[in-house]
């Protein structure tokens, strides 16, 4: 898996996200989430993948098994290189997800990796505790989570820099910690609760992080991606 920082293209339109891209002389790590695909569809998977750009599609599905393994039939002959879903659609749905993803690979290429997502970084432990009616730590829910997406067979989960190390101790090194919520120090947190800088990131056990607005806001999106780079690989 490639472990470049992964850029969140978090644009509204193709124009936006090709404006930003031309600005790069070598093969990115790019996020295509729910507001983009959304309004360009998988043409714009297609597109980005003509340019030799890496793809994680952040779709993060959450459905009855038989939906979400047929919606990952589909999505897997885009030739993506990681997607995601969430882990509470329980261990069939995931199981479903992967036999999907498996299914839909074309001969001779590799499967997509396969990620769940545990708690979302925007979400706090109040607020798992009082909407969810999780009676656990957020730790404890997340870990919960990450155990249950390894017994399913898939490749890793989306956590908060927090919980990558103990998710490591209890799964494995080799199970994928991808982490959102980076900040530059100083950064401003947005509607991320939960977030750590690039190199606090790689310390505390994240194996692939995710930084959108650092990046893609900065007056030089160029020299900013490389500042994060240098930190994530300072490491």
């Known amino acids: 898996m490639n472990n470049k920082p992964i850029i969140a293209l978090d644009f509204p339109s193709e124009k936006e996200v090709f404006n930003f891209l031309q600005k790069f002389n070598e093969p990115l790590f790019v996020k295509v989430g729910m507001e983009l695909y959304m309004q360009e569809g998988p043409s714009i998977v297609n597109k980005i993948k003509e340019q030799g750009h890496a793809i994680f599609l952040d779709l993060k599905l959450h459905d009855i098994p038989n939906t979400v393994q047929s919606a990952m039939k589909g999505l897997a002959r885009l030739g993506i290189d990681l997607i995601n879903v969430h882990a509470a659609g329980g261990r069939p749905m995931m199981e479903g997800a992967l036999e999907g993803l498996e299914a839909g690979t074309t001969a001779g290429n590799k499967r997509p990796a396969l990620i769940a997502v545990t708690q979302l970084t925007s979400t706090t432990e109040e607020q798992m505790q009082v909407e969810q009616k999780i009676v656990l730590s957020l730790q404890e829910s997340v870990l919960h989570y990450a155990k249950l997406t390894k017994e399913a067979g898939l490749d890793g989960v989306v956590c908060s820099v927090h919980e990558a190390q103990a998710i490591a101790e209890v799964c494995g090194e080799d199970f994928l910690r991808v982490t959102p919520g980076?900040?530059?120090?100083?950064?401003?947190?947005?509607?991320?609760?939960?977030?750590?800088?690039?190199?606090?990131?790689?310390?505390?056990?994240?194996?692939?992080?995710?930084?959108?607005?650092?990046?893609?806001?900065?007056?030089?999106?160029?020299?900013a991606y490389k500042e994060v780079c240098q930190l994530w690989e300072a490491q």
Not at 194 to 217: H, M
């Open 182 to 223: 980076i900040r530059m120090l100083g950064g401003d947190a947005h509607d991320q609760k939960r977030i750590a800088t690039p190199d606090g990131a790689k310390r505390d056990g994240s194996s692939l992080i995710v930084v959108g607005r650092a990046i893609t806001g900065a007056a030089n999106p160029v020299e």
